[in-house]
């Protein structure tokens, strides 16, 4: 186990310097539906004792590239939705650490800074994550060419709640809330999902539901985003990732959506693990395999990414 986790630790190392990464603004121009944020409504960065960057009150959401060294690219891009409860960021455990590994097989990774819902800076605070995430496919499907991305190999990943924003975007996007004149496809070609919050209903998140959709949500919102509901046979293939004993986020919420997916015959993998608990990101401490690896070996399988 030691060794293991050093080996993470050297790799990671290695990664933080050999990746290039640019952020560039999510919307060029006013953000659709946003309100004018308050004088003292600013972004919060603030990396705790554990280690880890949580960042909120989000006003501009923006993409961080992490592009893999020239030569090593291999036309897939993926789009990294980091967890927070829809409340905060976990930036870097489900974010940029995930990016830089993504980058060192060869693939072109997006982090994803989307606005956290509040009323103080939206119209409509339920939907303006999923608006980001509908923005962020539309920008890199739009400019593949300039990142020598295949268009038909765009996906979108997620961590807890940063994985119901991924499987919303999943279900959810030919419902467009952006501006979208040239009429580009925002459906993604695959899905990682990584301990999601998927259903809004009994075995839900309770600080997702109440953050994303206030106190006292209608059975519609319920409904709307109980992805489950929402699959079928043009949702894209998914991988998935939970630890049975996880009670901050049930494991039947991957459960459900597998079930629906399978229903539908949408090719799906689900990777329950005995322990790990939740928020474990790219190191589950409980087992000695890395979820990493076998993400890899789903993509190669499913021709996502090149075999090596």
């Not at 603004?25 to 946003?34: Q, S, V, W």
Request: glycine share 8%; with cysteine.
């Amino acid at each position: 186990m030691m060794r293991r986790g050093l080996a993470i630790f050297i790799l990671s190392m290695l990664m933080k310097v050999s990746v290039a990464q640019d952020v560039i603004p999510l919307y060029g121009a006013k953000i659709p539906g946003a309100k004018p944020a308050p004088a003292d409504y600013t972004e919060i960065k603030a990396t705790g004792a554990d280690g880890i960057l949580r960042i909120s009150r989000v006003t501009e959401p923006t993409l961080t590239v992490f592009a893999p060294e020239t030569g090593k690219a291999n036309g897939t891009a993926v789009i990294i939705c980091p967890g927070g409860g829809y409340g905060l960021l976990s930036f870097d455990k489900e974010g940029t650490q995930v990016a830089a590994r993504f980058a060192a097989m060869g693939v072109t990774a997006f982090v994803l800074k989307y606005r956290l819902p509040d009323d103080a800076i939206m119209e409509d605070k339920s939907m303006a994550p999923l608006q980001d995430a509908l923005q962020a496919i539309y920008l890199i499907r739009k400019n593949a060419a300039l990142w020598k991305i295949d268009a038909r190999r765009i996906g979108i990943m997620g961590f807890s709640a940063g994985g119901h924003l991924a499987a919303s975007l999943a279900v959810h996007y030919n419902d467009v809330k952006i501006q979208n004149a040239e009429g580009i496809n925002l459906r993604p070609d695959f899905a990682l999902l990584i301990y999601p919050v998927i259903s809004f209903g009994g075995v839900g998140h309770a600080a997702s539901i109440k953050n994303l959709l206030g106190d006292a949500p209608s059975q519609n919102q319920r409904n709307y985003f109980s992805l489950q509901n929402y699959a079928s046979e043009s949702t894209p293939p998914t991988f998935m990732v939970h630890a049975n004993n996880d009670t901050s986020v049930p494991v039947k919420n991957s459960i459900l959506f597998n079930e629906a997916l399978v229903s539908h015959k949408v090719p799906v993998e689900l990777h329950l693990y005995q322990g790990g608990g939740h928020g474990f990101g790219l190191e589950n401490k409980s087992t000695r395999e890395d979820w990493f690896d076998t993400l890899q070996n789903w993509l190669r399988a499913n021709n996502f990414v090149p075999a090596q």
